[in-house]
């Protein structure tokens, strides 16, 4: 079975400029979240999709920041404009589904963003 | 709200030598718990989960964990460490549906 795959794996734009992240998560589940890590500093919540709805986007840090996931499976999160505070690595995690807070969010690799 | 505190951003040990990296987590009601780890170039890896079924979990690897409510802890330890092991390590708190809280990560560092 495949695990969450992330595109790119890494991303080196000017400030200024429009990126978008790709999370494929794991075929079947429901859930799908974001996070990311700034250097230095812990893995942050950004938000939690449960198929195609947004389930909670408390952790989106400003309005530069859009996510999406049409048909409930893949997910983008597009950066526009970048800024050089948004460098880090970004993360997607999938789970199967349920109301279940014990579940295990399943991560993928990342990816490196650096904003120049 | 809770949070995550993970005691040292580098812990060194010999290849042979008790790893052990240290949680401490605050939460008003009962957490769950993880512990992930990121070996270098790939995303992160499920080690051991708390789900207060039992207080010492098993994970994979050789590692375990044990929760003590009263030392609101959740370390991490593994008798003999392997070169293996060598990787940067995350505790984690979930109390709500969506959000796990992290701890800013320990690296780990194996010597011969």
């Known amino acids: 079975e495949a695990g969450v795959t992330q595109f790119p794996s890494h991303s080196v734009i000017e400030k200024g400029q429009t990126v978008t992240l790709r999370c494929d998560p794991i075929s079947g589940h429901d859930n799908l979240y974001w996070y990311r890590r700034v250097m230095g500093k812990e893995i942050k919540f950004l938000l939690h999709f449960v198929k195609e709805s947004k389930q909670d986007e408390s952790g989106m840090p400003n309005n530069r920041f859009l996510a999406e996931r049409t048909g409930g499976t893949y997910s983008t999160l597009k950066v526009q404009p970048a800024e050089l505070e948004d460098s880090g690595v970004y993360f997607c995690a999938s789970s199967q589904g349920g109301q279940k807070i014990q579940e295990t969010q399943y991560f993928g690799p990342g990816t490196r963003l650096l904003v120049l | 709200a809770q949070s995550v505190t993970q005691l040292g951003s580098h812990v060194s040990v010999s290849e042979g030598a008790l790893v052990l990296l240290r949680c401490n987590y605050s939460?008003?009601?009962?957490?769950?718990l993880f512990w992930y780890v990121q070996y270098p170039n790939q995303g992160l890896q499920l080690l051991l989960k708390?789900?207060?079924?039992?207080?010492l979990v098993k994970g994979i690897n050789g590692f375990e964990a044990e929760f003590k409510k009263s030392e609101t802890s959740f370390h991490l330890t593994k008798p003999s460490a392997h070169m293996s092991d060598a990787a940067e390590y995350f505790c984690a708190v979930r109390t709500g549906y969506s959000t796990l809280t992290f701890g800013k990560g320990t690296m780990l560092l194996v010597s011969p």
């Open positions: 939460s008003s009601v009962p957490p769950y």
């Open positions: 708390y789900t207060s079924a039992a207080t």
